[in-house]
């Protein structure tokens, strides 16, 4: 595939500014939203130019192919600042990669890295001010994508939507986290999707992780979807077990996505010598 890639970031800038509103000390997880937005839109087999613009609701004819055939992926990631203001953010090519491998399982088209990288700069840096600084606190970061062409036809839609919006968050989980291990509800199987960071994936866990919540945990670990033996990860993370001087970790695979936190626990475990298995 072939993209024509231009540095350039149309941006338009908000009016006035939100950010008075928010209580940054008491901050929800993705509730709230920043003043700015990245959009770019893909028609006639290109991406057009990415924009910056105010943050806004998106019009969607009501046959737009998200709708009825679920094309949608998105990414998480979090950016912090430090004490002289300078942006960090935890291998986001890392991010920019899953998008592609997720778009290609999903028959979407894959973003140009440039305008993911380039995009996501302007965006992080006009809405610096919102990257907050208390403990526990970030900026998260939703890159995501979806299909915008229309029809009720159950084929790959030719348009589609690329989004980077933010939300200035606090934890995601607070205190101690009880799970339930799974055993009839299954997230994922061989040959099917749940490597790629697609949204009906979490739609299949709500129902199951409702269940568990009525029992009173918080999370489900998700077990393998044949017999239920072998542990594979958590809603939304991988899983490291510890046993003696050794860490476990279920292997990639088809059903499990391939978590960006957890291979570089691997490689600073296999750094510091700690065997990984
Ligand atoms: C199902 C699932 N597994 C694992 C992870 C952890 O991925 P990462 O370490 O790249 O944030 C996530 C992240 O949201 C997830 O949704």
């Given at each position: 595939m072939s993209f024509e890639v231009s540095n350039t970031i149309l941006i338009e800038r908000a009016q006035?500014?939100?950010?008075?509103?928010?209580?940054f000390d008491n901050l929800p997880f993705g509730k709230i939203r920043t003043d700015h937005m990245l959009i770019c839109e893909y028609s006639d087999g290109k991406w057009n130019q990415p924009r910056v613009v105010p943050y806004q609701d998106i019009s969607l004819d009501p046959s737009a192919k998200i709708f009825h055939y679920g094309q949608s992926i998105f990414e998480g990631m979090k950016a912090y600042k430090d004490e002289q203001e300078r942006i960090w953010l935890f291998r986001p090519l890392e991010n920019q990669k899953r998008l592609n491998i997720s778009a290609k399982r999903l028959a979407m088209p894959e973003l140009p890295e440039a305008y993911f990288m380039e995009g996501l700069s302007a965006l992080l840096k006009l809405d610096k001010d919102w990257i907050p600084t208390t403990a526990d606190s970030s900026l998260y970061v939703r890159p995501f994508m979806f299909a915008s062409g229309t029809g009720f036809h159950a084929s790959p839609s030719d348009a589609y939507t690329f989004v980077i919006a933010c939300s200035p968050s606090g934890a995601y989980f607070g205190g101690k986290i009880k799970v339930l291990i799974e055993e009839?509800?299954?997230?994922a199987a061989n040959?099917?999707?749940?490597f790629a960071k697609a949204g009906g994936n979490y739609a299949g866990q709500f129902y199951p992780t409702n269940l568990a919540i009525e029992k009173g945990y918080q999370q489900v670990i998700w077990t393998d979807d044949i017999k239920h033996e072998f542990i594979e990860e958590a809603g939304a993370m991988n899983i490291f077990v510890r046993i003696g001087d050794k860490l476990l970790t279920a292997p990639t695979s088809d059903r499990i996505l391939d978590g960006v936190t957890r291979k570089s626990i691997i490689d600073v475990a296999k750094d510091m010598g700690i065997d990984v298995e």
């Open positions: 006035q500014s939100k950010i008075s509103e928010v209580d009839k509800y299954a997230r040959g099917g999707v749940g």
